[in-house]
């Protein structure tokens, strides 16, 4: 690790604090002789979820995210710990101050000073030709992108039914988001080029970046289907909306005063511009894009779209009930919360949707 540049005292101090603030929720919830079972990633499996009354994440949201993708049982708790306040924010967690307080938060649950949160979840059908509706873990895998395309190839030679023509409703559910895009945006392409001179010949070869666009058809709301080209699709959760939704949507206070520029050049904007009023306008479109988590509709983004003759982009982003994807893809992914994929090609079609029955039981304390 320090041969790669890496801070290998830092890490270490970190993995010690990881593991005593995880070391204070055991010993917390034993004390209160509750029965625990302490399991780390490859250990939390669909029987131990069956087995608890309630789950606890001990990490940061993405531990979170990983504890919930198991649960489905809509009144089974799911509660985190952010074990490293330092280094992660912990949106999906219990306040900072209880990951050393933890008795604290344990005699709030008990005297009921709290209220359920019912986080909605987005499940997806997939449907078509050829598909391969076995996930790979990502956090399992780890792995590079050839790698990954490597993996679905496998999973789907071992699984001879594959050819499933209707709805098949996959074995995940996605509490922040679902990502559909090419695997690689851009890759290398190797081209060999034969010159002749002075009938000696050389045939030198090189490589050029390729950029490869996910190609798709969309309908949303059961609405017309249209053909776009982007960086990838991505549809959140009310929960979801604070991440990566969030960051691909947001303006910048810099384009906010560009624009106002221009509506003042062009009479359209009857007030003094100041610096005031440029954040206001910034943060008021930017909250715009923030939602409950407990409320039962979708946000899609499209990234970077393409827009010509050809392809079109109506609708950019919006609130949806339902998001149907029909695949053009040639090595495309369906990633469920950054941690499951699903293959995505040509022929593939999903229903992305959001059922209350799904949703996730978490709690908030009263403060």
Known sequence: LALKGSNYAGLLERHRIHTKNVEHVVDSLRNERIEVRLVKRREYNEETVRWADAVISAGGDGTMLLAASKVFDKFKPVIGVNTDPERSEGHLCLPVRYTRSFPEALQKLYRGEFRWQWRQRIRLYLEGTGINPTPVDLHEQQLSQEQHSRAHINERLQDQGSDISGPHLLPVRALNEVFIGESLSSRYAVCSVLFRENF?????????????????????????????????????????????????????????????????????????????????????????????????????????????????????????????????????????????????????IASILIDTQDALCTVLLEE
């Not at 017309?224 to 909306?241: A, D, H, I, R, Y």
């Not at 946000?299 to 609708?315: K, W």
Request: charged share 25%; proline share 4%.
């Open 200 to 348: 000696k010949s050389c045939k030198p070869s090189f490589k050029f970046s390729l950029h490869r666009a996910s190609y798709y058809e969309i309908s949303v709301d059961d609405g017309p289907w249209e053909k776009q080209k982007s960086s990838g699709l991505n549809v959140c959760t009310g929960t979801g909306s604070k991440a990566w939704s969030y960051n691909i949507n947001k303006v910048a206070h810099q384009a906010v005063e560009e624009i106002l520029k221009i509506a003042k050049k062009r009479g359209s904007l009857d007030m003094p511009l100041n610096t005031d009023l440029v954040q206001k306008v910034t943060n008021d479109f930017n909250e715009s894009l923030l939602y409950s988590p407990e409320e039962p509709k979708m946000f899609f983004s499209v990234r970077e779209p393409i827009v010509n003759r050809v392809f079109s982009s109506s609708r950019q982003r919006g609130f949806s009930s339902k998001v149907c994807v029909r695949s053009r893809c040639w090595d495309a992914c369906m990633v469920v919360d950054g941690g499951t994929s699903f293959e995505f090609n040509d022929g593939a």
